[in-house]
């Protein structure tokens, strides 16, 4: 086999998803032409498939060493540098490949992934809306633009977006999944739940269409069905903590305090970072700030953090404790904060 049919044979692998086989043909290739740069481009890539980025930055370093003006690889190792974190470093190699090829939806499509990353959302919707200049006909480039329109706060361009993502691919899950969140939020709760019923029949194992869904139901009060969709979730995964919280907010509200209070503990069971986040966050005097701005607290007063949020304080997780009354002013106050469903941003 001459080294065209092993370049031929390893593409055809890194396409199949056959990785080792790809670099074990680049690694060939590499061994009788050293100054290859297509094909460090191409071993390079196959590493930014089996997400080793360091050894993709590696590759592609070598393959600009000998081409400079390797426009690929630029994009290549700038996507590379933005799933390490290294935004400045990854706007730098994109803005480098836009001067080998200004024409070129990709470039622009991936700048705008890092803009977003950085929270310049509008700056990443220049970038969104010159890439689909180019080529109109890219559904990802659309729903990445529905994700900054969301984060910007207009539920409505978003929908459209997402829109125009199913147009193109009516089989992306991850598009219905944010529509649905979208048109909750902008009060369409029907169509928030076949966007759901949709993402659920491509993607039966779809925890994030579950744990929506079932936020949809409880804001409806459909409390059964909300506690279905967030047994599914947790059937799929174990850890997920907001699914029991919402479900035990669920039971609740069915009166079933005991089990309620059982998912509430087990929340910081397995997740007590978490969930003294929310303890802490009870005491602000801004209820928006669920989780993220609260300060962490010791692990080793986990009881007594527990026991905050009843009426009945216990030193252990006992039946006094499993049947405790949540304050349910509090209770009240919080639960749109808490029953939130996901977006998901990427």
């Keep these: 086999m001459n080294l065209k049919q092993v370049y031929k044979r390893g593409l055809h692998s890194a396409k199949k998803g056959n990785y080792q086989a790809a670099i074990e043909d680049f690694d060939r290739i590499l061994r009788f032409n050293p100054a290859d740069a297509k094909a460090y481009n191409n071993r390079g890539l196959v590493y930014y498939y089996m ?92 729903y990445n633009r529905g994700r900054a329109y969301y984060l910007l706060g207009d539920k409505e361009l978003a929908t459209k977006d997402f829109n125009e ?61 909300a506690i279905e969709d967030f047994d599914k979730a947790v059937a799929i995964d174990p850890s997920y903590i907001k699914a029991y919280l919402n479900r035990g907010l669920a039971l609740y509200k069915l009166g079933d305090i005991t089990a309620a209070n059982k998912d509430f503990y087990h929340v910081m069971c397995i997740n007590a970072e978490a969930y003294f986040y929310y303890q802490a966050q009870r005491c602000t005097p801004d209820i928006n700030s669920y989780f993220k701005e609260a300060p962490k607290m010791d692990l080793n007063n986990a009881v007594e953090y527990y026991n905050t949020t009843l009426n009945t304080i ?33």
């Excluded at 039946?319 to 639960?335: A, F, I, K, P």
């Design 165 to 225: 993502t199913l147009r193109l691919n009516p089989r992306y899950t991850k598009a219905y999944i944010n529509r649905g969140l979208s048109c909750h939020q902008l009060g369409d709760n029907t169509q928030a739940i076949a966007d759901y019923n949709t993402a659920l029949g491509i993607d039966p194992q779809n925890v994030y269409a579950y744990y929506n869904r079932g936020c949809v139901r409880y804001k409806l009060k459909q409390m059964q069905l």
């Design 51 to 142: 997400k080793d980025y360091e050894k993709a930055i590696a590759d592609l370093s070598q393959a600009l060493d000998i081409n400079p003006n390797f426009f690929e690889a630029y994009l290549n190792r700038g996507n590379a540098w933005r799933h390490l974190g290294k935004h400045d470093k990854a706007i730098e190699d994109l803005n480098c490949a836009l001067e080998n090829n200004p024409d070129s939806h990709a470039i622009y499509n991936n700048r705008g992934l890092v803009l977003a990353n950085l929270g310049n959302y509008e700056e990443a919707i220049r970038d969104y809306d010159r890439a689909l200049s180019i080529n109109p006909n890219n559904y990802k480039t659309y």
């Design 314 to 346: 216990s030193s252990s997780l006992s039946s006094t404790s499993l049947n405790s009354v949540w304050n349910q002013e509090d209770l009240n106050s919080r639960e749109a904060i808490i029953c939130e469903s996901e977006f998901i941003n990427n």
